[in-house]
């Protein structure tokens, strides 16, 4: 359940008529369990995340088994219904505390996301779809696309049967695939490069926690 509701934005608030969801349940078996709290020029990444999405979503959700880990962040939090099936249950857990139709989903170990990409793709999700998912490189990235609330119940189907993997909704739920000519007809082609990282590895986190700088003294 989530323990805490936002007061309602002010209709003139710019933001958008969405909700976002941030999964950090994820178990790190690469790096550490607690990598969204790994510091990326001077900030925790989950803080980072929620800086941008705060300020592009009306009501912004952290999907967490380990809420206390991330009180800083002053957000509302969900907990899995049942733990260990990965994003998927955190993703329908998430869907079905929320107070919109359509939800951005992302990961709390993403340390790049862009307002302009958000808002684009926010654009994308017409009411013929259940999920937009980018493939900015011919691969899906689940963890940065929107999903409707009426794939609760295809959700929980494949859920209850052992389904966890989020690409087996394809064939019941109607996905519209962002491809990287789509990302370049709207002048997007820049941002690529960085919006979809998360951070996996050691030798991810070492190459990326000083991007901002190094970029910031070459163009100085």
């Known amino acids: 359940m989530i323990v805490k509701q936002p007061p309602m934005e002010p209709a003139d608030s710019g933001k958008l008529k969405a909700s976002c969801l941030i999964l950090a349940g ?15 020029e001077g900030e925790p990444i989950v803080g980072r995340v929620a800086r941008v999405v ?16 991330y009180r800083f962040l002053g957000l509302p939090h969900a907990r899995d219904e049942r733990p260990g099936c990965g994003p998927l249950m955190g993703i329908y857990s998430g869907l079905k505390q929320i107070r919109h139709d359509v939800a951005f989903v992302c990961g709390a ?33 689940f963890l940065h696309g929107y999903y409707r609330k009426r794939c609760l119940k295809v959700m929980g189907s494949n859920l209850d049967a052992g389904l966890f993997k989020i690409e087996m909704l394809r064939d019941r739920c109607r996905i519209r695939r962002l491809e990287r000519a789509w990302f370049s007809a709207r002048g997007l082609d820049e941002v690529l490069e960085t919006a979809f990282v998360n951070i996996n ?20």
């Open 26 to 40: 994820g178990e790190g078996k690469r790096l550490t369990p607690d990598k969204p709290l790994l510091d990326i």
């Open 54 to 69: 705060t300020s592009v979503f009306e009501q912004v959700v952290l999907v967490t088994n380990t809420p206390e880990k």
């Open 109 to 141: 170990d993403m340390p790049f996301l862009r307002e302009d990409l958000l808002r684009a793709e926010f654009d994308a999700i017409t009411d013929e779809f259940d999920i937009v998912v980018p493939y900015p490189r011919g691969l899906p990235e």
């Open 201 to 220: 590895t050691l030798q991810e986190y070492q190459h990326w926690r000083g991007v901002d700088s190094r970029r910031k003294a070459a163009a100085e």
